[in-house]
């Protein structure tokens, strides 16, 4: 396996953000879709899984 790049480290970084605002968005609004925010949090976590194996 190749040693990630701090590019791609960054690239995961920028998405768990944008997933954890969309989460965050998603859940201002007065009637929160559970299915979208269940589905945005599963993304999230993957990317944060990703990032952890790479540390």
């Given amino acids: 396996m190749t ?8 690239a995961l ?6 997933l954890e605002a969309r989460i965050e968005e998603e859940m201002g ?16 976590l993957k990317v944060k899984e990703e990032m952890r194996g790479i540390a």
């Fill in 3 to 10: 040693e990630p790049t701090s590019s791609h480290v960054s």
């Fill in 13 to 18: 970084a920028a998405k768990h953000a944008g």
């Fill in 29 to 44: 609004r007065p009637a929160p879709d559970q299915l979208v925010l269940a589905t945005l949090k599963k993304r999230k």
